[in-house]
């Protein structure tokens, strides 16, 4: 590398007063330029002879100062010093230091917020790009314990992907780091410590979900099993009683209610209230609880009946997230009646408001039947609407596109090995007749997996089987997926933005309907028509 005439190109910017178009070294990432008086900071992008774009930092600064960060290469001028580094984590908290906005905030003061979890590690580029602009706070280092656990990351991995992208992207608008779907303390204290602004609770274990396939008399049974003071205070607090939520909507309690409510979800309620003191008000932290990784629906009077009770110990969350009616399946639409949903998510926002937080949509990709839904109902609060893993898929359509035949390989291994995964996830894909079978599968339809329900269940929920399989001691598939979505990162970042600007258009009220989200953004099959240099002009404009 030239320092020679990257300091010639420093000294431009300098000059430029913020107008970076007529730049000669396209290799600079203007949208990464950080101009502070006299000191200058970007990424430079240099593709190499295999065709993937390498990324590095370069810092022009005092020569005071400049020894914060790790160099790989410098050039002293005169009281500055001009640093070409690494994109790694000594760098990452020395620029953080000169520009806060690198580090995640709260959601409080946000009205609309998106999770936008990022398995791969290299999807946030092109989902800062979409969301800029917007009006909505993304939420970028979302991985659960179990994402993690099965791609071989650790959250550190996912926070500093995140971290460099909203750098890479100058988006100062503010960012979330979830600590996703933590069941323990120690799994919250680990991220806390990396520095997530938010926790989810998952309650899971403190659920008893038993006790909704309890008849009634059993129920009662068990409800009287209670210590008296406790029976006497659910039932003098709830039973029969109806709490008006204003606009005429209200939740009445059966004595069903109560004992339902109780026995299932107070165990859970101690536990988030043991969290919360324990770690949301030391750190300061935004607060999720998850009620929704259970296979029985959350009901109005359930809903109720939790946020109460934490009221009642001065908690109110930032957003809450209960089971809703219908199916949430992981990669594929809304399962279910969009209009008993309506019905239902009318009352369960009711009650958000009522207790001062938001809903929290979980499996929130792809659920295009009800997003407008989701948006309108929602729109004097505001929503959190949380995906991830279908940016998975996307990467696997340019697989698909660039590599067909390795395509089928996954998908056949895929497919032959789904038990591997069923423990993990719920999901109606089975390959007992409903998926498509590899043998029909040929370099003409491949491309229907990635459209196909089921196909997308199966090929969604083995990410961790594909990416970690061996064969004496080399990966099977992982090396070869990589080089492939690294050399066409444009076409990539190109599917994740058609993907997740159907989901916003629809919860913003741009559009209405599914179809009409599908048909504004360019068909996906023609994506690939155009070359990669194409595309790369076309996302950095």
């Known amino acids: ?60 600064e005092n020569r005071l100062t400049s020894g914060d960060f790790e160099a790989v290469d410098s050039l002293d001028d005169v009281d ?33 917020t998106f999770g936008l979890g990022d398995r791969l590690g290299n999807a946030s580029n092109a989902h800062l790009r979409l969301i800029k602009g917007r ?28 971290s460099w992208a909203v750098f890479e992207e100058g988006f100062t608008y503010g960012w979330g780091a979830d600590g996703d779907h933590v069941k323990t303390p120690y799994e919250v204290d680990y991220a806390v410590k990396i520095g997530c602004s938010m926790i989810t609770l998952d309650c899971t274990e403190e659920i008893n979900n038993e006790i909704v396939t309890l008849d009634d008399a059993e129920l009662d049974k068990r409800f009287n099993q209670l210590d008296p003071d406790q029976i006497k205070y659910f039932n003098d607090t709830y039973l029969n009683k109806t709490f008006d939520l204003g606009d005429g909507r209200s939740v009445k309690f059966t004595k069903h209610d109560v004992e339902e409510s109780v026995l299932t979800f107070y165990g859970a309620i101690l536990f988030a209230a043991g969290i919360y003191e ?23 009077p359930n809903h109720y009946f939790f946020a109460n009770e934490l009221n009642r110990r001065g908690i109110t969350p930032v957003t809450m997230a209960p089971r809703f009616y219908g199916e949430f399946q992981k990669a594929i639409d809304y399962i279910g009646d969009t209009k008993r949903f309506e019905r239902e998510y009318i009352i369960h926002e ?16 792809d659920k295009l039947s009800v997003y407008e839904i989701i948006g309108r109902v929602s729109k004097q609060h505001g929503w959190h609407v949380k995906t991830a893993g279908t940016n998975w898929l996307e990467a696997l359509r340019v697989v698909a596109h660039k590599d067909p035949d390795f395509m089928l390989e996954l998908y056949k291994f895929s497919y032959e090995n789904l038990d591997d995964v069923k423990a993990f996830y719920v999901f109606n894909a089975q390959t007992d007749g409903t998926a498509p079978k590899p043998a029909d599968m040929n370099k003409d339809n491949v491309m229907d997996l990635l459209d196909n329900d089921d196909a997308r269940q199966v090929l969604h929920t083995m990410y961790g089987s594909i990416m970690n399989l061996k064969h004496n001691y080399h990966y099977v598939y992982r090396d070869k997926l990589w080089n ?58």
Do not use: C
């Not at 000594?90 to 000169?98: F, I, P, T, V």
């Not at 949301?280 to 109005?300: A, R, W």
């Not at 958000?352 to 990709?365: D, M, N, Q, R, T």
């Open 278 to 300: 324990k770690f949301v008000v030391p750190y300061n932290l935004d607060f999720e609880i998850s009620m929704d990784e259970t296979p029985y629906q959350t009901t109005n």
């Open 80 to 112: 500055s010093t001009l640093i070409v580094g690494e994109l790694n984590e000594h760098n990452n908290d020395a620029l953080a230091k000169r520009f806060q906005w690198m580090r995640p905030t709260s959601r409080r003061n946000y009205k609309y």
């Open 484 to 541: 492939i979505i690294l050399k066409n990162q444009a076409l990539y970042d190109r599917y994740l933005n058609i993907h997740i600007a159907e989901h916003l258009d629809l919860l913003q009220g741009v559009v209405k309907t599914k179809q009409e989200a599908q048909e504004k953004h360019e068909p996906k099959t023609d994506i690939s028509k155009e070359s990669n240099q194409e595309l790369q002009a076309s996302t950095n404009k």
């Open 1 to 60: 590398m030239d320092l020679t005439n990257l300091l010639s190109d420093v000294k431009k910017i300098l000059a430029a007063d913020g107008n970076y178009e007529n730049l000669s070294n396209k290799e600079i990432y203007t949208p990464s330029i950080q101009v502070d008086r006299r000191n200058v900071y970007f990424i430079l992008h240099q593709t190499n002879a295999d065709g993937i774009v390498e990324k590095s930092l370069v810092v022009y």
């Open 350 to 365: 009711a009650i958000a408001e009522h207790f001062g937080y938001k809903l929290s949509i979980h499996s929130g990709s």
């Open 135 to 162: 009006g909505i706070m993304p939420v970028l280092a979302q991985q659960s314990i179990r994402e993690l656990v099965l791609m071989h990351r650790t959250n550190t991995d996912v926070f500093q992907s995140a």
